[in-house]
T-cell receptor
Framework: GDSVTQMEGPVTLSEEAFLTINCTYT??????LFWYVQYPGEGLQLLLK???ADDKGSNKGFEATYRKETTSFHLEKGSVQVSDSAVYFC??????????WGAGTKLIIKP | KAGVTQTPRYLIKTRGQQVTLSCSPI?????VSWYQQTPGQGLQFLFE???????NKGNFPGRFSGRQFSNSRSEMNVSTLELGDSALYLC???????????FGQGTRLTVV
């Protein structure tokens, strides 16, 4: 079945550092891909999405590009802030509109 | 416009009891999905409803059930609670045909 694999955390960075969180997927067909963020004690917020190959999703300085050839959707940000500390989830939407989730990556940004 | 609303935010129940959680989707959204989030298993899909019909179901025992009303509000029920049912239960709504899901803040269920 479809699956999502993302890098394990926690990822600890200093403020203003460059961020990459790796995400790869296996899927039949052409899923939509998402990054969601979860702040402590909160639900999930959609950070960005891409619906077809070579699409780039972006929001709040975060970017991810749908790479069909490498089945990847890595999350990047050029300069992280303490407020970016959260858990980040990569997900795909299958043909039944069900979200398949990665395990989540905890990001810790130190001042 | 109002987001997805889940009630209650927190619940403490005893083993063997049953519980009902409620979810009000964003106005105009007819699809409602439920997910269970635990530290050990991560996020797992429970079921999805559209126009009062269950369209998809995850791999959970029959103790987990749900329904959707004509106004698209949804409830999920867990009977004969077990300690392992302690989790954050998340509800998400979306437009028909959309892959973009909007989540509520969740209901934190603790079974003691």
């Amino acid at each position: 079945g479809d699956s999502v694999t993302q890098m394990e955390g926690p990822v600890t960075l200093s403020e203003e550092a460059f961020l990459t969180i790796n995400c790869t997927y296996t899927a039949t067909g052409y899923p939509s891909l998402f990054w969601y963020v979860q702040y402590p004690g909160e639900g999930l917020q959609l950070l960005l999405k891409a619906t077809k190959a070579d699409d780039k999703g972006s929001n709040k300085g975060f970017e991810a590009t749908y790479r069909k050839e490498t089945t990847s959707f890595h999350l990047e940000k050029g300069s992280v802030q303490v407020s970016d500390s959260a858990v980040y989830f990569c997900a795909l939407s299958d043909s039944n509109y069900q979200l398949i989730w990665g395990a989540g990556t905890k990001l810790i940004i130190k001042p | 416009k109002a987001g997805v609303t889940q009630t209650p935010r927190y619940l403490i129940k005893t083993r063997g009891q049953q519980v009902t959680l409620s979810c009000s989707p964003i106005s105009g959204h007819r699809s409602v999905s439920w997910y269970q989030q635990t530290p050990g298993q991560g996020l797992q899909f429970l079921f999805e409803y559209f126009s009062e019909t269950q369209r998809n179901k995850g791999n959970f025992p029959g103790r987990f059930s749900g329904r959707q009303f004509s106004n698209s509000r949804s409830e999920m029920n867990v009977s004969t609670l077990e300690l392992g049912d302690s989790a954050l239960y998340l509800c998400a709504s979306s437009f028909e045909g959309s892959t973009e899901a909007f989540f509520g803040q969740g209901t934190r269920l603790t079974v003691v």
